[in-house]
């Protein structure tokens, strides 16, 4: 019998020491990520917070939890792997940031047939950078090794979050009404949407990844990581209160599919087609692929990571917020009433 009781174990695939480095590398990048109300040390069952000590004493908790879709086939084919941690915290902060919630603790999971701690380390060092832009600790984890069950040198990333925010601060607001503006946010590129129809293309157009595109190659600007919105958004909540009524997070189901989900009943977004960022890979997605303007806007967010609905008086004092705070903001729409038989966003 083996003096080692962990060798059967890594007899049948698992390699318990491999995870027990890869907690020791970790720990420096969840220690980066405290905040007041947190304790970031990895190791234990659960992760602690104090909302008190946060300064969220008697607020409403909000959980988010998300992916990073089929972008991680592109980042595992390519080995560059730091940027889709960015992208699974990012695609879960700016949920909550959505319901006017700061995003306050994040958990990870991590899943793969036999770990490659170098790879895992260089997910788990973005999603701490992640975090560290979202301005939320980076709790604990899971890492599951499941031999038989991926395919050599795949994983799989799942990310939660849980953030907090006012009874009354609580996004959209029941005051959304004809006539409020809607600004949109720069996106960062494809963000972490529509990558099925990206590989799509690229399997049938024969793209190169390594072909030059702008300052960068085609392969990184598909793996630019999705911006984080929390930090100017809570910027922009904190210095205009009210006046900030709904967020929407383009994500799944493009500008089109999102957009009217911080609307009411009875009120639909009107998009101007001209005031949207124009993207390079956004134009170069759409003209290799010979997609018209509405597969476009129901797919991608088109240039707009993020569309928020603020009352029309003050529409340019929070545009000018949120330049302050870093993002690119202009007015691309305004709430109209919606028709007996029309769509919640129409982009004309």
């Not at 420096?28 to 304790?39: C, K, N, Q, V, Y």
């Not at 917020?321 to 038989?341: C, F, K």
Request: net charge negative; with cysteine; charged share 20%.
């Amino acid at each position: 019998m083996s003096e080692n009781p962990r060798a059967h174990y890594a007899a049948a695939g698992v390699n318990v020491d491999a995870g027990d480095a890869l907690v020791d590398r970790i720990k420096p990048f969840a220690a980066a990520t405290a905040r007041p109300g947190s304790s970031p040390s990895l190791g234990g069952f659960g992760g602690l917070f104090d909302l008190a000590a946060a300064g969220h004493a008697g607020s409403l908790l909000v959980a988010a939890t998300d992916g990073v879709g089929t972008k991680l086939r592109l980042a595992v084919d390519l080995g560059v792997h730091e940027g889709v941690g960015i992208d699974l915290v990012a695609m879960c902060v700016n949920d909550v940031i959505a319901q006017g919630a700061e995003p306050l603790i994040f958990l990870d999971y991590y899943a793969t047939g036999v770990l490659d701690v170098d790879a895992a380390a260089a997910v788990i060092r973005g999603i701490a950078e992640g975090c560290r832009q979202a301005g939320c600790a980076l709790v604990g984890g899971e890492t599951a090794e499941m031999p038989g069950h991926y395919k050599p040198g795949d994983y799989d990333l799942a990310g939660f979050v849980v953030g907090a925010v006012a009874r009354d601060a609580v996004l959209p607001r029941d005051t959304v009404a004809e006539g409020d503006v809607l600004l949109g946010l720069a996106s960062s590129g494809a963000h972490s949407n529509g990558y099925s129809l990206i590989r799509k293309l690229a399997a049938e157009c024969s793209w190169s990844m390594e072909e030059p595109f702008g300052e960068t190659t085609l392969g990184a600007a598909l793996l630019a990581p999705t911006r984080i919105y929390v930090k100017s958004v809570l910027t922009a909540l904190k210095a205009h209160g009210a006046a900030v009524k709904g967020i929407a997070h383009i994500t799944g189901g493009g500008i089109t599919g999102n957009v009217p989900r911080m609307l009411p009943t009875g009120l639909a977004a009107e998009i101007e087609r001209g005031a949207l960022f124009r993207h390079p890979l956004m134009e170069f997605i759409k003209s290799e692929g010979d997609l018209d303007d509405a597969s476009m806007e129901a797919t991608f967010n088109c240039g707009v990571g993020l569309v928020v609905a603020v009352a029309p008086e003050a529409a340019d004092a929070v545009a000018t917020t949120l330049g302050e705070a870093g993002e690119s903001a202009r007015i691309i729409g305004r709430v109209v009433p919606r028709p007996a038989d029309g769509e919640g966003c129409a982009i004309l």
